[in-house]
């Protein structure tokens, strides 16, 4: 057989391996459809439930066609002025500069980790590791950010609790040593390249698939955080969104149990707030920014799950 024909029947082999019948590919691309609309239908519920009276909910509860619409719940957000955009450039700032330095620090700690010929590699990575087993406590540690470090009311207290995480660290290592050589390294240092000239310029450019993924956690962590705020921040130009629409939710909740107590004013007040569809409101407000942020990430974290699938 010649080579022309034998490429020929090759590529048709290949061509049948690669290929599925109809009635498989049929189930399949519905088998994921459904999977796609179990996860797309609850949060379109929310926003359904969100943009509902309260009158519709107390007369027929939760659903897909409320008897009425109404823009109640976001207009008692929005009612906060000043105080809600705040919040949101606090949290936008804490994510942005919180994920920025939370990256450098995990790319060079596991950049060190990765390094075999790294002296104290085995103590960093048992460091690193024992962390995610024990911590401190939450009075050591209060006392430490608090007293120690002066982290209250100010941002560096929203950001520096968070700054190292051991899960990551261990991803970006993981990354590291399945993605790049060792021979790289090797070739660079021969050449003459200093270790943060590699780093930076020759292993942070070929791993921008793992530090997308770890950059993504990072904002994920530092966007849905409430409870450190809590901890540290009593000044409202500090108070971030997640905190703030927790605290209005629980005064929300309190006038609710307490109506009884408080007496008529009290009454008069609860009967403005749209309790049920409040909740769906606010989670609307603290899903839609970070889901914008999806799309930035989700190239780099597709081509990290299919490297070194495909030799170049």
């Known amino acids: 057989m010649s080579k022309e024909n034998y490429a020929v029947v090759y590529k048709k082999k290949k061509r049948q391996l690669n290929s599925i019948s109809v009635p498989a590919e049929v189930i399949i691309n519905v088998i994921l459809g459904l999977f796609c609309l179990a996860c797309i239908i609850p949060f379109i519920f929310v926003v359904i439930i969100s943009f509902s009276s309260q009158e519709s909910i107390r007369q027929i509860g939760f659903s897909f066609w409320p008897v009425k619409w109404s823009l109640q719940a976001y207009k008692y957000v929005i009612d906060l002025g000043a105080m809600l955009w705040l919040s949101y450039f606090n949290s936008f700032f804490v994510t942005i500069v919180g994920t920025i330095l939370s990256v450098l620090i995990c790319v060079l700690y596991s950049y060190a980790l990765f390094r075999k010929d790294f002296k104290f590699r085995g103590f960093f990575t048992f460091f690193s590791f024992f962390t995610m087993l024990f911590g401190g406590g939450l009075a050591p540690t209060y006392m430490v950010c608090k007293n120690l ?69 990072n904002a994920l962590a530092y966007w849905n955080e409430w409870f450190i705020p809590m901890l540290y921040i009593k000044d409202p130009k500090y108070i971030p969104l997640q905190y703030l629409l927790m605290k209005m939710q629980n005064q929300a909740d309190f006038l609710v149990r307490n109506a009884g107590v408080l007496g008529a004013e009290a009454s008069k007040i609860m009967a403005t707030i749209p309790q049920d569809t409040l909740r769906m409101a606010l989670v609307v407000l603290i899903v839609i920014p970070i889901a914008c942020a999806y799309p930035f990430f989700q190239r780099f974290i597709i081509s990290g799950l299919t490297i070194g699938s495909v030799k170049g």
């Open 149 to 217: 470090l002066g982290l209250s009311d100010n941002y560096a207290a929203l950001i520096v609790p968070m700054l190292v995480n051991p899960f990551n660290i261990i991803i970006m290592r993981t990354f590291f040593q399945s993605s790049v050589p060792t021979e790289l390294i090797e070739s660079a240092a021969i050449d003459g390249s200093g270790e943060y000239n590699t780093l930076f310029k020759i292993i942070v450019p070929i791993s921008k698939p793992g530090i997308a993924t770890v950059a993504l956690l």
